[in-house]
């Protein structure tokens, strides 16, 4: 009879093994893949986050330099290696892990069902300040000042070469360069770049509810004057603003002493050549140095007028000469376009002269030859009663002051002019409210809400609860309140599916008691037949998915994996192959660790129940033996 009852048990072996086969897989499932640690832990394994910080920045690096695609990193003369060192050091891979499974476990927990409510708070100031400390290092290390110099500096200096300058000066892009590049040096723009994170950093996080970035250039002035001087030298803008300022105040201090006798008059134009030519370029350069070095305290606001006496005795009776030279081929000239006179009346003229210029003047050269002397102590006499008076006339100085100055500054840049200077004068001062106000005017208040809300998050750090998911999930979605509601019978299943996931295993144990009555006479045969019977199935379980698959099915799916993978590579970002080569791999190796995760499982739990069969049939042997004594 005992017999008929094992023959009988032995299909409920084979029931047992499937229930068990069934049980195993959704209990896995149930554990596994609808629970975040699972994917935490696969993630973990494949060393993600050394992978996000080191090796995907270090391979996307390379083939952006490859392709040449940003000047901003091919000009910034950093090695790949200083940058990925500095995004490790502002987001370690250790403070990125903790706070991001602390994340997924918060909200994955809540969305599983496993809680009722989840608070996540992630402290960001001090990788604020890690990442401000980083710019300032890698401004020291890096060309910066060069990207700096010739991505933003050198478009406004090729558009202001193109521009008029004062007395028509020109001066050409590279020179101007060169000058900028002294008054505005690496160090001064490091030391002030360092001052403006010093700055704004405990604002940007929080921590301080205003800032004043006041940025001065007045220990550059006499860096700038020296620059100008040189410009002014190599532009021969010496000569062009004494010809152009300094020579008209004389001309004008002249006025109508140059007006002569019968409409004869010495130009403006004229007058100034002539000051030109007495005045040696050295002469120049030294008063027009003169002029910048005493215009100087006005350039930079330090006074709202300035005045400087131009001494010009020197030159003064040369110049004068040359004037009188100048009025004498004048009147020569003036003669010359009188009617021609004939004998008679040449002889007429020389018995009886009269004062002032003669009626008629003789083309014929032997009578020209005889008026000569009486034309030559006319204009003598006109010259010499003139000379004295221009002599008088022109002051032994002239004065330049500020608005000499300002004449000289074309009238489209004269606001321009004043705003340089009372910048100069204060500095360049920007405040939390010059921040608002430009960021208002640029993307609207809201974008400043939103500023707002990032400072607040930063002193506070990143806190996020259940209140703000649901929020987000109603405010995201088309219809939240319906999502919402599917949210919440998704959590109530998974909720219920994490109580009752131990009871898939009830029919393979009920199974396994009804071969233990069926097999067994007493209740030590019979629990040992109920575990022979889990025996069994754990054994054709764990051989299934651990040799069997190991040795057949894993390298047939890692094939097909990397198929898959081999085919999809390249089509996404052809311009950055090994980014994306490599991207693709570590996606396929997540897979292949998920996969290895989910069966060692398996595996695993068929071979925890085979060594607890296995211990309970011994048990029972033993049992047996003690009680045959």
């Known amino acids: 009879m005992i017999w008929v009852r094992r023959i009988i048990a032995l299909p409920f072996i084979i029931l047992a093994f499937l229930t068990f086969q069934v049980g195993i897989l959704a209990q896995q499932t149930a554990s596994n893949l609808i629970s975040p640690s699972f994917y935490l832990e696969t993630l973990a ?32 003369g950093l090695s790949d290696e200083t940058i990925v060192t500095s995004i490790n050091t502002i987001l370690p891979p250790d403070w990125l892990q903790s706070n991001f499974e602390s994340t997924v476990t918060g909200v994955g ?26 710019i300032t290092f890698i401004l020291n290390e890096s060309d910066i000042y060069k990207m700096v110099m010739e991505n933003q500096v050198r478009p406004v200096v090729s558009e202001a070469s193109k521009n008029k300058l004062p007395f028509d000066v020109s001066v050409n892009e590279e020179q101007l360069m060169s000058s900028i590049q002294k008054i505005i040096s690496k160090e001064w723009l490091t030391g002030e770049i360092d001052s403006v994170l010093t700055e704004v950093v405990p604002y940007a996080v929080g921590s301080e509810d205003t800032f004043s970035l006041v940025v001065t ?87 709202d007028e300035f005045k400087i006496s131009i001494n010009i005795e020197p030159n003064k009776e040369e110049a004068v000469s040359d004037l009188m030279d100048l009025a004498e081929r004048k009147f020569n000239d003036k003669l010359t ?35 000569q002397g009486f ?11 003139v000379r004295p008076q221009i002599i008088n006339t022109i002051p032994n100085s002239i004065e330049f002051d500020q608005n000499s100055l300002r004449e000289v500054v074309p009238p489209e840049a004269l606001e321009s002019f004043d705003q340089g200077r009372e910048i100069v004068k204060e500095g360049y001062i920007f405040t939390e409210k010059d921040l608002e106000n430009l960021i208002k005017q640029g993307a609207g208040d809201n974008s400043w809400n939103q500023v707002a809300k990032v400072r607040n998050s930063l002193s506070k750090g990143i806190q996020y609860n ?31 599916v994490h109580m009752f996931n131990m009871a898939v295993y009830i029919p393979t144990i009920l199974i396994a008691a009804i071969v233990g009555f ?112």
């Open 45 to 76: 394994d494949s060393n993600i986050y050394s992978f996000l910080l080191t090796d995907l920045p270090t391979t996307a690096l390379k083939d952006v330099r490859k392709a040449n695609s940003n000047p901003i990193i091919d000009q910034s």
């Open 109 to 134: 927990d809540y969305v599983t069902g496993k809680t009722d409510e989840f608070a996540i708070s992630i402290p960001v100031d001090e990788r604020v300040q890690a990442a401000s400390d980083q």
């Open 217 to 303: 250039v007045d220990d550059r002035i006499e860096v700038a004057v020296g620059e100008i001087k040189s410009l002014m030298a190599d532009a021969n803008a010496y000569e062009a603003l004494f010809e152009g300022s300094i020579a008209p105040n004389i001309s004008s201090s002249i006025g109508n002493s140059a007006k002569l006798p019968y409409g004869i008059e010495i130009t403006d134009e004229e007058i100034s050549s002539i000051i030109k030519k007495t005045a040696p370029p050295s002469w120049m350069q030294r008063t027009t140095e003169s002029v910048l070095d005493n215009a100087t305290p006005y350039l930079v606001g330090k006074t």
């Open 337 to 371: 376009d009188l009617p021609d006179c004939d004998p008679s009346e040449v002889v007429n003229i020389l018995n009886s002269p009269v004062a002032g210029l003669p009626s008629c003047y003789p083309s014929d050269p032997a009578l020209k030859q005889q008026m």
């Open 375 to 385: 034309t030559k102590s006319y204009v003598t006499t006109v010259i010499s009663a």
């Open 466 to 496: 259940e209140q703000d998911f649901r929020i987000h999930i109603e405010t995201v979605t088309a219809d939240g309140g319906q999502t919402l509601s599917m949210l919440d019978q998704m959590r109530g299943i998974l909720k219920l």
């Open 518 to 629: 069926l097999g067994g006479r007493g209740w030590i045969q019979r629990l040992m037949w109920a575990a022979i019977t889990m025996l069994i199935a754990s054994i054709l379980v764990y051989a299934i998915w651990g040799p069997v698959y190991s040795s057949i099915a894993e390298p047939i799916i890692h094939v097909q994996i990397d198929q898959i993978a081999s085919q999809a590579s390249g089509q996404i970002a052809p311009q950055f192959l090994a980014t994306e080569s490599l991207v693709v791999q570590q996606v396929t190796n997540i897979g292949k660790i998920a996969i290895s995760k989910f069966i060692a499982g398996i595996s695993g739990t068929a071979l925890i129940t085979l060594i607890l069969s296995l211990a309970i049939i011994v048990g029972c042997v033993v049992l047996n033996k003690v009680n045959s004594r």
